[in-house]
Every structure is written in structure tokens, then in C-alpha cells.
């Protein structure tokens, strides 16, 4: 029990010290954890011009078994590809996660089953479930009344939200069949309508400041 009061002591202290930070989960299994280059830059500079964020404008790659992810109140995570996490990397994420870190996967597209797997090894005992179209995550400075929404199509599904909650606070968040972090990326990278941009960064925002505030 003291070592738990420690340990979630010294990551509050940790989180006071780096308040508003963000940094891009590293993982292994070959999956393209660096898929979106541009992506959190741009966000950031979009949530620091308008929602008075005042985060580093240099996003931080992080391991996401290292120690270093409690400097960071928020995660990013995405890719395409395989994930696989260690024992190691799986009780340090969980211990993250209930000591008020929240993390954002994004699926880049056919990430789903693997992440989803590698999750129960951090919550065996959670599932993830569906964010309704009212939860506080789509209104909280930009309204999404639909819930989700779409960026790039891929299968013809509908985006959803998925989360995690641990005792009532939701700490992970995954976003699903609606691509972001696509949509965060330089307007170059892949020519989006400025208006599906806009909607991206704009629910990017909304996930920061829910993270930020909870």
C-alpha cells in the first residue's frame, strides 16, 4: 500500500512539473508507430492558437515501457501495422493510466485488431466501450453533436469512439474508422478539404482539453 501511495505521488509531482505536454508513443511488433509525422505539431500549434493551451510546440517520442511516459499527462498513439506489448510495457502503461495519464490511439487504419489484443494485457478486466454521441469528450470547446467525426474513408463504417474508464475517469480514448491524425497531417500530405482539416483539429482539440481537465 505505501509503495502505491509513493508511486502515485511521484508521478502527481511528475505531471505538476510538465503540465501540458504530449508525446508520441513508441512501441514494438513492427507496427509504424511514426506513421503521421507533422500530425501532434500541428495540433498542438492549433490548440495553443485557440483553446489557450500552452503546450510544447515539440512533441516528445517516448517508449511506452520507459519511466518517461509519467513526465507526460498526454499520449498519442497510432499506426497501421502489429503491436506488442511486454509485460513490462503493459503494467507500465496500466500504472500510467491509473495514476491520471490518459492516452489517445488513433487508428491509421487496420491497427484495430492488434491493439486491441495488446490492451488486455493492460486491462484484463476492462473492455472497451463505446463514448455516446453526448459524452462531454464532443462538446467541450467544439461541438460534435453526431459524435465522431468522419476524416478519411476507408470500409464504409461509421467512426466510433472507444474508451476505458478507471474508477469512473476515462484514461484512454480510441478513435476508430475516422483517421485524425490524417487529418492533423501538413494539408499537403494528403490534400484535404481545409474544412475536414478544420473538423480533425478541432476534435484533436476537443481530446486535449478533455485530457488536460480530467
Not at 2 to 21: C, D, G, M, P, R
Not at 147 to 153: A, F, N, T
Not at 166 to 180: G, I, K
Amino acid at each position: 500500500m505505501k509503495k502505491t501511495i509513493l508511486l502515485l505521488t511521484f508521478n502527481f509531482l511528475l505531471f505538476t512539473v510538465s503540465a501540458q505536454e504530449i508525446a508520441l508513443v513508441k512501441y514494438k511488433g513492427g507496427g509504424d508507430w511514426y506513421a503521421n509525422p507533422t500530425s501532434l505539431r500541428n495540433l498542438i500549434a492549433f490548440c495553443n492558437n485557440n483553446i489557450g493551451t500552452k503546450i510544447n510546440p515539440k512533441p516528445q517520442d517516448v517508449e511506452v515501457g520507459s519511466s518517461d511516459i509519467f513526465q507526460f499527462p498526454f499520449l498519442h498513439m497510432t499506426g497501421h501495422g502489429n503491436v506488442f506489448f511486454s509485460e513490462t510495457d503493459a503494467e507500465n502503461l496500466r500504472n500510467y493510466l491509473i495514476s491520471g495519464g490518459f492516452l489517445h490511439i488513433d487508428d491509421n487504419y487496420g491497427f484495430q485488431q492488434y491493439i486491441t489484443k495488446e490492451l488486455k494485457k493492460v486491462f484484463p478486466d476492462k473492455e472497451l466501450v463505446e463514448l455516446p454521441a453526448n459524452h462531454d469528450i464532443f462538446n467541450i470547446a467544439y461541438k460534435f453533436p453526431n459524435g465522431l467525426p468522419k476524416i478519411h474513408e476507408h470500409d464504409g463504417k461509421r467512426p466510433q469512439a472507444f474508451g476505458i474508464y478507471f474508477e469512473d475517469r476515462l484514461v484512454l480514448l480510441f478513435t476508430y474508422e475516422s483517421d485524425l491524425g490524417d487529418g492533423w497531417e501538413d494539408p499537403e500530405v494528403h490534400n484535404d478539404p481545409a474544412d475536414v482539416r478544420e473538423k480533425a483539429l478541432k476534435m484533436g482539440a476537443n481530446i486535449v482539453k478533455y485530457a488536460f481537465e480530467h
